[in-house]
């Protein structure tokens, strides 16, 4: 497959899909008044990761293995690696 | 086509928000506990004073940045008749007590822990500083203690309301 | 009379105070004590020790797999400065120190050092136009034995139906150059590399005990792309030629992740997925677990798993047919080969006051490809 035949399924598939979960989670429009976040305010939720935890372990996982990216983080380059 | 114009649609919609309690304009008549165990009626508690209400709960960082301010308000225009409240809400009696054992308040704390007067209240938003008249009617909203919400404090306490 | 004098004098002082003036507007808000300050500062010290046999290192036979033995130190720092209170910067600055050769075939080649060091630098800001739009940059710098890296990035973010749901998107440049080493030492001038990415994010709160979040990345690769000091066997097992990949290279990636937090045992879980597809035709899949569990109200211990499968690029090999082009893309890394690998984890954290924790975790890496590591992690820090 192309490049270019490549991005568009995949990239279609992602958003329809990404719509498909959106739209079934918020099928009643869920809203989490901003006073009822105490629990996503938690250190164990994602709002609280440690910043340089999370550096070390992509760093780590981008250098030994193929795949990257899609956490926010450019993908590819910044080492002298295959990545 | 269609269908991504009619999923856009709703998107919107939804992303828009749903309805709202249309916020309170007097302090609603209920009866709270101080964090100190007491019952008591807020409205009692207030007669007779200009009232700055901080809603806040422990868990939420811009609270902590405006709880310093509050004491310094509280020091400097207490002997003027201004009454500061701290009203935490949706947290029990001992994450609240666990929290004033380690940081000191001055001003009287009240729980609101099933969210029935920031519901009654309307406010959704932490933290949110209320300023309240003497007779119960709430004349100012904000999310901090800001020059504007001073000014008028002491406008109402100038004016002897 | 004395007395009388002194109790006036005391009266006068009691009264002066009482009608002393309030503090200022600026005293009660603060405005005197703003200005840019340090709000964040953490440290974490990371160890790898690693063990595998590779066979794009010619630290073993020549037709066989060389040794990947390395211990990595990674001292890391993140300084979080708020400029004001729609203004943040973050700077991390991370440094490795790679000793034990085997690791880096340069060091095989050369015996330049057994201990290569590597240091960069970190910037990312935050602008926060509304209450609901925000900007952010990234600069980051990078510099190790031989080679240099210098990125660039931007991205916007909104905040939707009540900060309930956030869109974002980014891209970042990145551009490499470093010293053409040659498996055999021979050092051929400079070469470069460029990779442009882009990100699509979405977060969702379901619940008020229940985070969604899903991305898409898209990267494009240019330039060369080889490690060039690396090789592969040819076959016969007398000799060896250079690793060799295409020019460019479209990398795609899409994560979904969910965290749910059960508020009467104390317990968070968190699961996330992640697929993986390249121009190279590697593909792979990655599914990580972790649960969070309160011991004690300051004292929190995580346990994690992680599996990862990834298919191998097409063009691996560990005995290259003789009559191989050499112009045709080549490579024996055990990075790129087909694997499975797996991971366990455990951490114990402890929130020492207000926003501070201490932590220690480990976790252990293997791949069935012979490639296996521990990680120690220390960490301190977090909101001041």
Same mark, same amino acid.
């Given at each position: ?8 399924? +995949? ?12 739209l079934s989670a918020?099928?009643?429009c869920?809203?989490v008044?901003?006073?009822?976040? $105490? ?6 939720m994602?709002?609280?990761?440690d ?12 250098s030994r293995?193929?795949a990257?990216?899609a956490?926010?983080?450019?993908a ?8 | 086509?269609r269908?991504l =114009? ?10 828009s928000?749903?309805?709202? +309690?249309?916020p309170?304009k007097?302090?609603p @008549? ?10 008591e009626?807020?409205?009692v508690a207030?007669?007779?004073a ?11 960082t #811009?609270c902590?940045?405006e709880?310093?301010?509050?004491e310094?308000? @509280? ?10 409240i701290?009203?935490?809400?949706g947290e029990?009696? @001992?994450v609240?007590?666990?929290y ?8 009287p704390?009240? &729980?609101d822990?099933?969210f029935?007067? #920031?519901?009654a ?9 209320l300023?309240v008249e ?7 909203r ?10 008028l ?9 | 009379?004395r007395a009388?004098r002194?109790?006036?004098?005391g009266?006068?002082? !009691?009264a002066?105070?009482a ?8 005293a009660?808000l603060?405005q005197?004590?703003?200005g840019?300050r =340090?709000?964040? *500062? ?8 690693q063990?595998?046999?590779?066979y $794009?290192?010619?630290?073993?036979t +020549?037709?066989?797999?060389? %040794?990947?033995r390395?211990l990595?130190v ?14 943040h910067?973050?700077? =991390? ?5 790679v000793?034990a ?7 095989? !080649?050369?015996?330049? %050092?057994? =201990?290569?060091?590597?240091?960069g630098v970190?910037?990312t ?9 925000r ?8 510099e ?7 990125? *660039?990035?931007?991205?916007y973010?909104?905040?939707m139906a009540?900060d309930?749901a ?11 150059r ?11 001038g400079r070469r470069n ?8 994010? *979405? ?20 330039g060369?792309l ?5 090789s592969?066997?040819m ?10 990949f295409?020019?460019s290279?479209?990398r ?10 059960l508020?009467q045992?104390h317990t968070? &879980?968190?699961?996330a ?7 190279f035709?590697?593909?792979?899949h990655?599914?990580? *677990?972790? &649960? ?19 298919t191998?690029v097409?063009?691996?090999s ?8 050499p ?10 080969a ?6 366990y984890?455990?951490k114990l ?11 220690i975790?480990?976790?252990h890496?293997?791949?069935d490809?012979?490639f296996?590591?521990?990680v120690?992690s220390f960490?301190y820090?977090?909101?001041?």
């Amino acid at each position: 497959m192309e490049p270019h035949e490549l991005l568009g399924g +995949v990239l279609r598939k992602f958003v329809f899909g990404l719509l498909l979960v959106w739209l079934s989670a918020s099928s009643a429009c869920a809203m989490v008044p901003q006073n009822r976040r $105490q629990y996503l305010a938690d250190p164990t939720m994602p709002a609280q990761d440690d910043g340089l935890e999370r550096r070390a372990a992509r760093k780590f996982h981008t250098s030994r293995e193929g795949a990257a990216g899609a956490d926010g983080k450019p993908a590819g380059g910044g080492c002298s690696c295959g990545n | 086509m269609r269908s991504l =114009v009619s999923i856009a649609m709703c998107l919107v919609a939804c992303a828009s928000g749903g309805a709202s +309690v249309p916020p309170a304009k007097t302090l609603p @008549s209920v009866e709270l506990t101080r964090s100190d165990g007491r019952a008591e009626s807020l409205q009692v508690a207030l007669a007779g004073a200009v009232t700055v209400i901080d809603l806040w709960a422990t868990w939420c960082t #811009a609270c902590e940045q405006e709880r310093p301010k509050l004491e310094r308000l @509280s020091a400097a225009y207490g002997a003027q008749g201004l009454r500061v409240i701290g009203l935490n809400v949706g947290e029990s009696a @001992s994450v609240v007590n666990a929290y004033l054992g380690e940081n000191r308040v001055s001003y009287p704390v009240y &729980l609101d822990p099933e969210f029935r007067l #920031a519901d009654a209240l309307g406010e959704k938003r932490l933290p949110t500083i209320l300023v309240v008249e003497p007779n119960g009617r709430i004349v100012h909203r904000s999310p901090s203690l800001n020059a504007e919400t001073l000014a008028l404090i002491k406008s109402k306490l100038s004016l002897g309301q | 009379m004395r007395a009388a004098r002194l109790l006036a004098s005391g009266c006068f002082w !009691i009264a002066a105070v009482a009608h002393a003036e309030p503090a200022s507007d600026a005293a009660i808000l603060g405005q005197n004590k703003q200005g840019v300050r =340090v709000d964040e *500062f953490r440290l974490r010290m990371t160890t790898f020790y690693q063990e595998g046999r590779g066979y $794009q290192s010619q630290a073993g036979t +020549v037709a066989g797999p060389g %040794s990947e033995r390395a211990l990595i130190v990674q001292p890391m720092m993140l300084v979080g400065i708020r400029q004001s209170s729609r203004i943040h910067h973050e700077v =991390v600055i991370p440094i490795d120190i790679v000793s034990a050769a085997s690791v880096n075939a340069l060091d095989v !080649i050369s015996h330049a %050092s057994a =201990v290569n060091e590597a240091i960069g630098v970190e910037l990312t800001s935050r602008f926060d136009l509304t209450d609901v739009d925000r900007l952010t940059s990234n600069l980051t710098w990078h510099e190790e034995e031989p080679f240099g890296s210098g990125s *660039f990035g931007l991205g916007y973010s909104r905040a939707m139906a009540d900060d309930n749901a956030t869109l974002g998107i980014s891209t970042q440049a990145t551009f490499d150059r470093f010293d053409y080493l040659q498996p055999n030492g021979d050092r051929y001038g400079r070469r470069n590399r460029t990779a442009l990415n882009g990100n699509l994010s *979405f977060l969702q709160l379901l619940s008020p005990t229940t985070v969604f979040d899903a991305s898409y990345g898209l990267t494009y690769q240019q330039g060369t792309l080889e490690t060039s000091y690396n090789s592969v066997p040819m076959e016969g097992g007398t000799s060896r030629s250079k690793e060799l990949f295409p020019h460019s290279r479209t990398r795609h990636a899409v994560q979904a992740r969910v965290a749910q937090h059960l508020p009467q045992s104390h317990t968070t &879980l968190r699961a996330a997925y992640r697929y993986y597809t390249d121009s190279f035709q590697l593909s792979a899949h990655t599914a990580e *677990f972790e &649960l969070h569990q309160y011991l004690f109200p300051r004292l929190l211990a995580r346990g994690s798993f992680r599996y990862y499968t990834q298919t191998g690029v097409d063009f691996f090999s560990t005995a290259l047919p003789l009559q191989t082009s050499p112009f045709q893309p080549r490579t024996a890394d055990s990075d790129l080969a087909e694997f499975h690998a797996r991971e366990y984890g455990l951490k114990l954290l402890w929130l020492v006051r207000g926003q501070s924790s201490l932590d220690i975790s480990w976790f252990h890496y293997s791949r069935d490809n012979g490639f296996d590591a521990n990680v120690i992690s220390f960490g301190y820090g977090g909101g001041l």
